[in-house]
């Protein structure tokens, strides 16, 4: 089938060198993509958010799945663009419309989800400009730390993690009068800070069945020990030894069941991935966040640990023919590190010279580009905060972290960072 992937980043590039080794895909375009992409298929000078370009190319390259990567044009509506016209309304597309988006573009909304259908989150509250009086009050009543989050999408970085009531306070000023997350933080939530052990649990859904796929731990914050501020992610590592038969279980009762059915019971048609950041406190889940697409690293972590047909899952989920899907994995462990250029995730340059990735020959490491793009005449160049995800693949999560830095050693450019801690919090519980 014709396949056209959208975005641009480490999940796409993951998604497009799965999608390629099934033997369904005949002809794979991803729009816009980057320098790691145009290998596996043809890169589309389209970007994720022209909903226009992108039902015109559907339609002139008789487009048979529609795959949406970033979370921006789901929550922008771009399903519900295409199901207006005729020519693409049948189109088969892995992504849910604007509705079911919400639990990811509203915070806010994704609060009352979990409050209407019982699933375990924090306690919360949420706050305008027009209330802010009531939230200084508010914030004062809460235990430390507090956690403060911008309502809407914020590239990863809308939450504040704040360690003293005056710090709380600035910065919920900062939030809604200064605007310091733009439109996304014309509503802050304010939740009561969750202390565990933190992971993600993804889940492919027809809107009627899921599938649940293998977890993940990733690292967010751009220092070693957890330290600094927040990024999109640093890296991944899957399985993660803590959530065991026992505690999943937990989580599929009374996270992932009452999540499929909520959006059932509210007449959203979901046909996506749910990313689901969870909590483990003391063996019990706790909601932190929805995300409606996988995650960025945590896919080069996951979709090497699945066995079966790529492409047949995308199209199952998108037909609502999931309850057929036989999903299998594999027991290989994998590790994820991300490098970054000097400064992310603040100030940082791009346009730097990579050097090494010709030396791509180690077999348990896989190399996903994220911000590259390619300079004439050959060279590969940086074109982002997050440059590179190599994920590296072992019988142990300590071989994969091994095998993981031994390829990020080979590849260099002027700033580049990353951490040299990825897994080591948890390599005491691993096999």
Sequence with gaps: MNILLIGSGGREHAFAWKIKQSTHCEKLWIAPGNAGTQALGENIDL?????????HFCITNDIHLLVVGPEEPLVKGLRDFLALDPKTASLPIVGPGKAGAQLEGSKDFSKAFMNQYGIPTASHATFTQASLQEGIAYLKTQKLPIVLKADGLAAGKGVLICNSHEEAEKSFKDMLVGQKFGEASTKVVIETFLKGIELSVFVATDGESYKILPEAKDYKRIGEMDTGPNTGGMGAISPVPFADQAFMEKVEEKVIKPTVLGLKNSGIDFRGFLFIGLMNMDGEPFVIEYNVRMGDPETQAVLPRIESDF????????????????????????????????????????????????????KQAITFHAGTKTRHPEAIVTNGGRVLGITGLGNTIEDAIKHAYERVNQINWEKVNYRKDIGQDILHLSD
């Design 311 to 362: 492409v047949s899952l995308l199209s199952a989920i998108a037909d609502k023919k999931l309850r057929d899907y036989n999903l299998k994995t594999t027991a290989t462990k994998t590790a994820t590190v991300v490098m970054v250029a000097g400064g992310y995730p603040e100030v940082y340059e791009t346009g730097k010279v990579i050097s090494g990735l010709e030396k791509d020959t180690l």
């Design 47 to 55: 970007s994720a958010n022209d909903f226009e370009g992108i039902k």
